[in-house]
């Protein structure tokens, strides 16, 4: 079962555009949503994270927004920068503390 | 302060043979998270542990796999008589506590190859 789904594998963007990453998710019960950046080779890293009682995280370039009727949230990046291409991953935990992550949408930001 | 430290960085085994992944957390983090990426996927869940306690192995295959973290040394994810099908990138992460607002650091990955 896919609790977290990113429907879009890929993603290009202009380098100073704004780059939205959208993530999409199936249990009521997730309370508190995270994205991961993945580089080739290396893990995860964490980049921002947004807890069920706000709907709006910022972190300089990056900003989470979070749709709770619809199950939604998406990851906003301005302006794109080269170095921001990469893999980002969309997860979710509830009360049980494990994470769901997303199948991940490969980020290419073009010079 | 080192990272998740994971070794190796790369595995091959060949169909039958047993896999070892190793999983050293950060310092001060006694919670552990075993992830699998298969080709073109993301990431899965497998397994999540407390020093010499499974909490949750919902995602783990039913067989042929275990894990463990003893009180000391790594933690330990075990493949037994792999097949093809078991190749993948294996991510291990840390936490400090359970909370779920406590964000997991990620090792580099072991890439186990079945030939």
């Known amino acids: 079962d896919q609790q977290v789904k990113q429907n879009s594998p890929s993603l290009s963007v202009q380098e100073g555009r704004i780059s939205i990453l959208n993530c999409d998710y199936t249990n009521s019960m997730f309370d508190y949503f995270l994205w991961y950046k993945k580089y080739p080779a290396e893990g995860p890293t964490f980049l921002i994270s947004?807890?069920?009682?706000?709907d709006k995280n910022e972190d300089g370039r990056f900003t989470v927004f979070l749709n709770k009727s619809a199950k939604h949230l998406s990851l906003h990046i301005v302006p794109s920068q080269p170095g921001d291409s990469a893999v980002y991953f969309c997860?979710?935990?509830?009360?049980?503390?494990?994470?769901?992550f997303g199948a991940g949408t490969r980020l290419t930001v073009k010079p | 302060n080192a990272g998740v430290m994971q070794n190796p960085r790369h595995l091959v085994r060949r169909r039958g043979q047993e896999a070892r992944l190793r999983c050293s957390p950060m310092?001060?983090?006694?919670?552990v998270y075993w992830y699998r990426q298969l080709p073109e996927e993301g990431l899965k869940f497998m397994v999540y542990?407390?020093?010499?306690?499974?909490?949750?192995e919902s995602g783990m295959p039913k067989e042929r796999f275990s894990a463990e973290f003893p009180k000391e040394g790594p933690s330990i994810l075990r493949i037994q008589q792999v097949v093809r099908g078991d190749s993948a990138a294996y991510f291990c992460a840390s936490s400090p506590g359970s909370g779920r607002t406590n964000e997991q650091y990620f090792g580099p990955g072991t890439r186990l190859t079945v030939t």
């Open positions: 542990l407390q020093k010499e306690n499974i909490i949750d």
């Open positions: 310092k001060g983090h006694s919670h």
């Open positions: 997860a979710a935990s509830g009360l049980d503390n494990d994470m769901r």
């Open positions: 947004i807890s069920s009682i706000k």
